[in-house]
């Protein structure tokens, strides 16, 4: 198994998510692309942390997990505010502040 | 010196990486949101399963536990919550179809060609299963975590307890 491969697939699923985050306009939607890049860059963490044999990339690959927890439950709370405001959580209507 | 073929291994990263990108864009492609969220579930599985292959084995039972046991659930809540409608969304990507898969295209482009240039298909990348070393264990985690990495650990604490009081009171019926 060399470290390119799990790169690679990382980097692939990092551009996967970058797409989902452009493309989507249902906010969960979008959430869930950002997830997928979180977990991209929590693939390469752990890759690099397993080849190198430095315990530091599982250790931060925790951190970012945790982090993403709590970006999720503020996320999902702002577009559920969102939903009872307006009764869509279609990303293109929040044009409040347009000029 | 031949380097070992590892043949197992490599099947098996192959699968769960054919597996992955498939559930990646299906999640960005399906016009069904529970179906996405259901896909979603697929890619973080065959994450935890990558850890497993790289014998890092504390943080892929956190992945299971925390991503798919709670953070799915969440959206799970979120979708329901939300009143999402049952079957699919006649609208759910917005006009910028063709910019974001020119750009998803460049950005993997580039670095794939980085990744190429840096760290080659040789023998001397090939992950070393001799050493005595080679599982990571929670051992050495909290080790790590609790010695080293106390403050950034401490910070995190403090991040999720401010999260949480922060999801209550934007979620309150007020």
């Known amino acids: 198994m060399y470290l390119n491969q799990f790169l690679m697939l990382a980097a692939a699923i990092f551009c996967i998510g970058v797409y989902g985050v452009l493309v989507r306009r249902n906010g969960i939607m979008v959430l869930m692309s950002v997830e997928l890049i979180l977990n991209a860059v929590n693939i390469n963490l752990v890759a690099f942390g397993a080849f190198r044999h430095d315990i530091t990339g599982q250790v931060f690959a925790l951190f970012v997990i945790a982090i993403a927890a709590a970006e999720v439950g503020v996320g999902l709370a702002l577009v559920m505010m969102l939903y009872r405001n307006s009764r869509s959580i279609d990303v293109d209507d929040i044009d409040l502040m347009k000029g | ?174």
């Open chain 2, 1 to 174: 010196m031949l380097a070992e073929l590892m043949v197992a291994e490599n099947i098996a990263f192959y699968l769960i990486a054919v597996m992955m990108v498939g559930a990646a864009l299906r999640v960005v492609t399906t016009k069904n949101i529970v179906h996405a969220a259901l896909y979603l579930v697929l890619v973080l599985s065959g994450v935890a399963a990558l850890y497993i292959l790289l014998a890092a084995e504390f943080i892929a039972i956190t992945q299971v536990l925390v991503y798919i046991g709670a953070i799915v659930v969440l959206f799970l809540f979120g979708i329901m919550l939300t009143r999402a409608p049952v079957g699919e969304l006649e609208d759910s990507d917005n006009e910028q179809r063709i910019v974001g898969v020119s750009i998803a295209v460049l950005l993997g482009g580039v670095m794939c060609f980085v990744l190429w240039k840096a760290y080659r298909f040789t023998d001397a990348s090939q992950f070393d299963f001799s050493g005595p070393n080679v599982v990571q264990t929670t051992n050495q985690v909290a080790n790590s975590v609790f010695s080293t990495y106390l403050v950034p650990f401490e910070a995190i604490s403090v991040l999720l307890l401010a999260a949480l009081i922060g999801a209550v009171v934007l979620a309150r019926r007020d």
